[in-house]
């Protein structure tokens, strides 16, 4: 019963913004991080963002100064604020929640939304 909806992806370009949202339900994740993940064409999925259900943040090295992960424990809804984006940032974003934190080991991941695409030209 436990479902993530993604919203929030498309088509921008280069320097321009975009806010994901993805809204869980069925349950509180309060003790879940949550974050995201993207993959590109031909790539391995990578951990962009998370937050812990304390509130710690940690971003991949290629997104740091740029996007901004933050939760609404009320709304039980997870966001990535994107800005500045590049052309290397194009990719399938995916929603994924995981229990304490999420790790290097994808398949660890407890749950995953059903992915959003980001495109950025140049």
């Known amino acids: 019963q436990v479902q993530l909806v993604e919203s929030g992806g498309g088509l921008v370009q280069a320097g321009g913004s975009l806010r994901l949202s993805c809204a869980a339900s069925?349950?509180?994740?309060?003790?879940?991080?949550m974050g995201w993940f993207r993959q590109a064409p031909g790539k391995q999925r990578e951990l962009v963002a998370q937050?812990?259900?304390?509130?710690?943040?940690n971003y991949a090295d290629s997104v740091k100064g740029r996007f901004t992960i933050s939760r609404d424990n009320a709304k039980n809804t997870v966001y990535l604020q994107m800005n500045s984006l590049k052309p290397e940032d194009t990719a399938v974003y995916y929603c994924?929640?995981?229990?304490?934190?999420?790790?290097?080991?994808?398949?660890?991941?407890?749950?995953w939304g059903q992915g959003t695409q980001v495109t950025v030209s140049s």
């Open positions: 937050i812990t259900g304390g509130g710690s943040t």
């Open positions: 994924a929640v995981e229990w304490g934190y999420i790790g290097v080991f994808t398949d660890r991941v407890d749950y």
């Open positions: 069925g349950r509180s994740f309060r003790n879940y991080a």
